[in-house]
């Protein structure tokens, strides 16, 4: 099945600071979404970007579907931008998702 | 807003005891997906369901059952709860019924514990 790789697993910064994740994916795609785990457990959507480029406020993400790998960019990081990242992705004719490890990043003030 | 909620937050069973964890959207989504996540392991697929009344089994569905009797419920069973089913449990929702690839909505999820 589709392998799917996160980059860094864990991420410290001091609040202000930018940061890249990213993922990589071993076959093609027809999903990918970026999701923020919040302290609480609850995932919460990013965005869903299974080729092109996105931006939301302070982030943004691309993903090079051809290349096989997606990255997150997060812009003068805020203490609330701490938690846990994930990167999914759905497998063609099919709608499950695979997660990957996720990348742990905390934000100091 | 998409809005997908489960029935606890919070849950603790005895080995054994039949249980029951509930999720509803209210999105008219066609399909819905019942995930565990554990520290380590990650968030795996229990079962999912494209339609009322139709399942089909993820990755790790063994000691776990589901029932969808109607579009916007969909149920988590586990007939006999042992501790290796303490887990998170999430459970997600998304559009269908033409090409795969929709995106993906979670509830809160469920902490559940089994003493």
């Known amino acids: 099945g589709i392998q799917v790789e996160q980059s860094p697993p864990d991420l410290i910064l001091q609040e202000g600071a930018n940061s890249t994740l990213r993922c990589n994916f071993s076959d093609s795609v027809n999903n990918l979404q970026w999701f923020h785990q919040n302290p609480w457990g609850q995932l919460i959507n990013l965005f869903y970007?299974?080729?092109g480029t996105k931006q939301n406020g302070r982030l943004s993400a691309t993903t090079v579907a051809t290349e096989r790998y997606s990255l997150l960019y997060i812009s003068s990081s805020q203490t609330t931008d701490s938690g846990v990242y994930f990167c999914a992705v759905g497998p063609w004719i099919t709608d499950k998702l695979i997660f990957g490890t996720g990348t742990r990043l905390q934000v100091f003030p | 807003d998409v809005k997908v909620t489960q029935s606890s937050r919070y849950l603790v069973k005895r080995t054994g005891e039949k249980v029951f964890l509930e999720c509803v959207q209210d999105?008219?989504?066609?399909?819905m997906f019942w995930y565990r996540q554990d520290p380590g392991l990650g968030l795996r697929l229990i079962y999912f369901?494209?339609?009322?009344?139709?399942?089909e089994k993820g990755d790790i569905p063994e000691g776990y059952s589901v029932s969808r009797e109607k579009k916007e419920r969909f149920s988590l069973i586990l007939e006999s709860a042992s501790t290796n089913q303490t887990s998170m449990y999430l459970c997600a929702s998304s559009p269908g019924g033409g090409l795969a690839g929709y995106e993906q909505y979670f509830g809160p999820g469920t902490r559940l514990t089994v003493t």
């Open positions: 970007i299974p080729s």
């Open positions: 369901s494209y339609d009322v009344k139709m399942k």
């Open positions: 999105m008219d989504h066609e399909n």
